[in-house]
C-alpha cells in the first residue's frame, strides 16, 4: 500500500494512525504504518520527554509524528486560572447534580483529576513542541486548525512535516496557505473533534481543493476495503484513530469502558459539546445527554467546558459509573468487536485492503 507520501515517509503502508497511547503508537510505526502520539494529554513537558524516550527505544528506528491541539489565534496572557475563574456556579452547580444524582463518589484528598486536559492551550502546547523538537519527530500534526506561522517554520526549520485535520474545503484551503504539508479531511464519521460532512462527500472536495498537495481520508475507516475507498476518491494515505482504542496495547484503564466499545453499535456515537465545549464524536452516555437535556445549563464554549469537567470525568472513569462512563469514538465503534493486538488489525486491514483491490480489477474486467 505504497503512495508519494508514503515514499516520502519511508513507511510501507500509507496508514497513519492517531493514538493517545505510546504503546499503540510505536506498535504502528513497527508495523510498518505511521503512528502519531496525541500530545494533548501530557501537562508536564516531562511526561512527554519521559513517553518520547520511549518511543525512541520501542519504534526500532521506523518513523513516528506527534500530534498537538494548538488554537491558530493567539491569546496573549490568559493563564489557566484566569479561563477557570470564567466558569459560571450554575455550571459548576449542573456537574455536581449529575453525579449525585448516579452516586459518583469523590475522588480521594489531594488525588489529581487525571483526565484535566489542557494541552489546547497555547502555552501548553507551546512547552510540548520546545520538548518534540528535541526527538526525530517526522510529522507535527494540529488537530484545531493550522499551527501559529513561527510554529510551522520551527517545523520546517527542523525538517519536520505538518499536517493539520480539516473538516471542510474551506478549511482544508486555508492549511494550504498557511504552508501546511498535509491536510488530514476528517469526516463526520469521526472520533474526537468533528465537523459536518461526511468522509465520502468530503475526501474528494478536500483532495480537489489543496492538490496537489497530499491529502489523509479520516472518519469511519476501519477496513481495508474502506482505506481502499478513500484511496480511489484521491487521499495518498488514510488517518484512523478510534479503531486503536481496543487494540491490546491501548491503555483504558477501564475494562468496563473496553467492555462498552466492543458492544456498542455504529449508531451509539454522538457528536456532543459535553466534553471539551467543541463538538465531539464520542459515545452517547447519560452524560452526553445531560448537557443536551433543555432543562439543564448546556455546554460551555471551549476551553471552559473542558477545565469544567475534568475532574468529573476522572470520578466517572476511576469509578467506571456505567451509565455516564464514555470517551470519543467514532461511529466505527460498529466493527470494533474483538480485542486484538495493533499488528493483528494492520494485517487484517492490508487483506482487506488487497481484497478489494481485486474485486475493482474483477469489476474493471482486469485480473480475469
Ligand atoms: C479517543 C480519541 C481522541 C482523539 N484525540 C485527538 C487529538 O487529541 N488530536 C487530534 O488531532 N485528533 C484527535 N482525535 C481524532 C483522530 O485524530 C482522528 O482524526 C479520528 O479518530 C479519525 O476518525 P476515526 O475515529 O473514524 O478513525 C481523537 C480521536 C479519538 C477516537
Known amino acids: 500500500m505504497e503512495t508519494e507520501l508514503s515514499r516520502t515517509l519511508g513507511i510501507e503502508h500509507a496508514i497513519f494512525g492517531f493514538t493517545p497511547f505510546p504503546a499503540v503508537a510505536a506498535a504502528l510505526s513497527r508495523a510498518g504504518c505511521f503512528g502519531v502520539l496525541g500530545a494533548v494529554r501530557y501537562t508536564a513537558p516531562d511526561d512527554l520527554a519521559r513517553d518520547l524516550d520511549w518511543m525512541q527505544e520501542h519504534t526500532d528506528g521506523r518513523p513516528y509524528g506527534l500530534d498537538v491541539v494548538m488554537p491558530a489565534k493567539k491569546v496573549e496572557g490568559v493563564t489557566e486560572a484566569d479561563v477557570e475563574a470564567m466558569i459560571p456556579e450554575g455550571h459548576r ?37 520546545d520538548v518534540a523538537f528535541d526527538y526525530p519527530v517526522k510529522l507535527l500534526a494540529n488537530a484545531l486548525g493550522s499551527p501559529p506561522p513561527d510554529v510551522v517554520a520551527r517545523a520546517h526549520e527542523h525538517g519536520v512535516l505538518v499536517a493539520a485535520l480539516a473538516g471542510s474545503a474551506r478549511h482544508a484551503r486555508r492549511h494550504a496557505e498557511a504552508g501546511i504539508d498535509i491536510v488530514v479531511a476528517q469526516g463526520y464519521e469521526a ?33 481495508g476495503e474502506q482505506i481502499a475507498a478513500g484511496l480511489a476518491l484521491g487521499a495518498q494515505g488514510v488517518w484512523l484513530g478510534s479503531l486503536w482504542l481496543t487494540t491490546t496495547e491501548a491503555d483504558l484503564h477501564s475494562r468496563a469502558l473496553t467492555a462498552k466499545l466492543l458492544a456498542a453499535g455504529s449508531g451509539d456515537t ?77 494485517d487484517e486491514l492490508t487483506r482487506g485492503f488487497e481484497k478489494a483491490v481485486d474485486r475493482i480489477n474483477r469489476v474493471a474486467g482486469r485480473n480475469r
Open 93 to 129: 452547580a449542573y456537574v455536581r447534580s449529575v453525579l449525585a444524582q448516579h452516586g459518583v463518589p469523590e475522588l480521594a484528598e489531594g488525588e489529581a483529576s487525571g483526565w484535566r486536559i489542557t494541552g489546547w492551550m497555547e502555552e501548553v502546547a507551546r512547552r510540548q513542541l
Open 191 to 223: 472520533g474526537g473533534h468533528t465537523g459536518e460532512i461526511a468522509s465520502m462527500v468530503l475526501t474528494p472536495e478536500v483532495v480537489e481543493a489543496v492538490s496537489p498537495l497530499p491529502v489523509l481520508a479520516a472518519g469511519g475507516i476501519g477496513s
Open 270 to 346: 454522538v457528536r456532543s459539546r459535553a466534553l471539551t465545549g467543541k463538538p465531539a464524536r464520542q459515545l452517547r452516555t447519560e452524560w452526553t445527554d445531560a448537557w443536551e437535556d433543555p432543562a439543564g445549563p448546556g455546554p460551555l464554549p471551549m476551553p471552559l467546558q473542558g477545565l469544567l469537567v475534568a475532574e468529573a470525568v476522572s470520578r466517572i472513569q476511576k469509578y467506571e459509573v456505567d451509565p455516564l462512563l464514555g470517551t470519543p469514538v467514532g461511529q466505527i465503534v460498529g466493527r470494533m468487536n474483538s480485542e486484538r493486538s495493533v499488528r493483528q488489525v494492520v
